[in-house]
């Protein structure tokens, strides 16, 4: 209970930091335009206030002496918070990120799938394995062919001309 007001507060504070650094970095539109730093300003905007009645619904759902009695638990809660799915769920997503470029989308993402499959209890490996690679492949065609979003394709040759291979399956539009 305490660490999700600990987060709120947390990400409070990073959106207005952020706030404040989109708009002293960026250069400065014209009035009547709508430039580069207004967009992600306005979607903080959104979000700051997303976070400020989140925090005002915690208070009002739950009495003082809870929160305190919270707080008193709270070493125990974080112990238990490293151990937790939720933590290596994000653990994973940091693994997958720092792997992305070096190895590429296809090799990364089959990986991420099936760690991900086996955190959540799926122990049909069969299953996990064919539906990693189908999710695997049809991202990447959805992604890299008809979207034209550059994936990585790794740095591993026979990675790479794997992917190519998969982007020659489908014609481009």
């Given amino acids: 209970m305490v660490i999700e007001l600990i987060v709120n ?25 709508l430039g580069a730093e207004q967009w992600p300003q306005g979607i903080l905007i959104l979000l700051i206030l997303a976070i400020l009645w989140n925090i005002i619904k915690f208070f009002r759902a739950h009495k003082p002496a809870e929160i305190s009695a919270a707080f008193q638990a709270f070493p125990g809660d974080v112990a238990g918070f490293f151990k937790s799915k939720l933590f290596i769920g994000m653990v994973l997503v940091v693994i997958m990120a720092i792997a992305y470029e070096p190895i590429g989308f296809m090799l990364t993402c089959f990986l991420f799938l099936m760690a991900y499959g086996l955190l959540l209890g799926q ?45 020659s399956l489908v014609p481009s539009f």
């Fill in 9 to 33: 507060i947390l990400l409070l504070g990073f959106c207005i930091f952020c706030f404040g650094y989109v708009g002293s970095t960026m250069p400065v539109s014209a009035v009547n335009e």
């Fill in 123 to 167: 122990r049909n490996i069969a299953l996990l394995v064919g539906t990693s690679l189908l999710i695997t492949v049809i991202l990447y065609i959805g992604f890299a062919v008809f979207l034209g979003v550059l994936l990585p394709r790794g740095n591993v040759s026979f990675l790479r001309d794997f992917a190519l291979f998969v982007e």
